[in-house]
């Protein structure tokens, strides 16, 4: 069975940082890829950031600018570094790998952002 490991959620307020962290199993994360969603109240899940083994990557509008995604190859950890964040960024945000039809999803970590 295969687990994404996510880390780096909590509270903070807005303007303020986090950083989410999420490992995979070595196999997993050197040919899939890899992205970070999220999911609010309410809400449909939507892709928020997305990056390949080469690097190439992908972000939402809502968090071009704000948000960085790379990946820790010695450590097979895919990171999400989120800056500026505002109440509507609040959510919980999933890790996903991905590779074609095959996919895994992390069991998602809570930010919530406040005053």
């Known amino acids: 069975q295969v687990q994404l490991v996510e880390s780096g959620g909590g509270l903070v307020q807005p303007g303020g940082s986090l950083r989410l962290s999420c490992a995979a199993p070595g196999s997993i994360f050197r040919l899939y890829r890899m992205g970070w969603y999220r999911q609010a109240p309410g809400k449909q899940r939507e892709l928020v950031a997305s990056?390949?083994?080469?690097?190439?990557?992908t972000y939402a509008d809502s968090v071009k600018g704000r948000f960085t995604i790379s990946r820790d190859n010695a450590k097979n950890t895919v990171n999400l570094q989120m800056n500026s964040l505002k109440p509507e960024d609040t959510a919980v945000y999933y890790c996903?790998?991905?590779?074609?039809?095959?996919?895994?999803w992390g069991q998602g970590t809570l930010v919530t952002v406040s005053s």
């Open positions: 990056i390949i083994s080469g690097g190439s990557t």
């Open positions: 996903k790998a991905a590779l074609g039809l095959s996919a895994y």
